[in-house]
T-cell receptor, first 115, second 114 residues
């Protein structure tokens, strides 16, 4: 079975500051990793994904994440945040194989960007 | 290309009733997954359908069921509603071609059980 831990439930930050949202996972098999963002009263939007290849993944809106297999982490970073980045962010894993279509999510991190 | 659509967007039901939610995937997508989102439990996987067959199921009671039609549209049904079933129900679609791929989410159906 897979599990995902998002280490911070809330992250406050000032506009134009850098931010890192932390995500650790556990799995007995190879996993595929995702970060999603959810704005109030909306569904989830994919920010970026790691399926294979380069461990540094670039996504939309200036976000990037690095897959670290030895530390079982997939932290999300942005060098300079904007007010519009205020939202809830979810890290998720999918194991593939017989678990196709089954995402396991972390508890979410609420990012609040202050002016 | 149209995104994932879910109907209805909002529902209010009373305990003991049943409810059916609908999800239309992106054209060409054959896999549909359903998730329940609550403040206490977060996002939890309900089940996944591919080509009208349930391939995966989460840890929910049998009151939660689903199906998929030949056009890949999917429905989920909850019978004998309980207060704890109040949640945002999200569906997501993907190509489902035997490999892990991005899931595209709909806006969700907000179910309130009174």
């Amino acid at each position: 079975a897979q599990s995902v831990t998002q280490l911070d439930s809330q992250v406050p930050v000032f506009e134009e500051a850098p931010v890192e949202l932390r995500c650790n996972y556990s799995s007995s098999v190879s996993v595929y990793l995702f970060w999603y963002v959810q704005y109030p009263n909306q569904g989830l939007q994919l920010l970026l994904k790691y399926l294979s290849g380069s461990t540094l993944v670039k996504g939309i809106n200036g976000f990037e994440a690095e897959f670290n297999k030895s530390q079982t982490s997939f932290h999300l970073r942005k060098p300079s945040v904007h007010i519009s980045d205020t939202a809830e962010y979810f890290c998720a894993v999918e194991a593939g194989g017989t678990s196709y279509g089954k995402l396991t999510f972390g508890q979410g991190t609420i990012l609040t960007v202050h002016p | 290309k149209a995104g994932v659509t879910q109907t209805p967007r909002y529902l209010i039901k009373t305990r003991g009733q049943q409810v059916t939610l609908s999800c239309s995937p992106i054209s060409g997508h054959r896999s549909v997954s359903w998730y329940q989102q609550t403040p206490g439990q977060g996002l939890q996987f309900l089940f996944e359908y591919f080509s009208e067959t349930q391939r995966n199921k989460g840890n929910f009671p049998g009151r939660f069921s689903g199906r998929q039609f030949s056009n890949s549209r999917s429905e989920m049904n909850v019978s004998t509603l309980e207060l704890g079933d109040s949640a945002l129900y999200l569906c997501a679609s993907s190509l489902g071609q035997g490999r892990v791929d991005e899931q595209f989410f709909g806006p969700g159906t907000r179910l309130t059980v009174l």
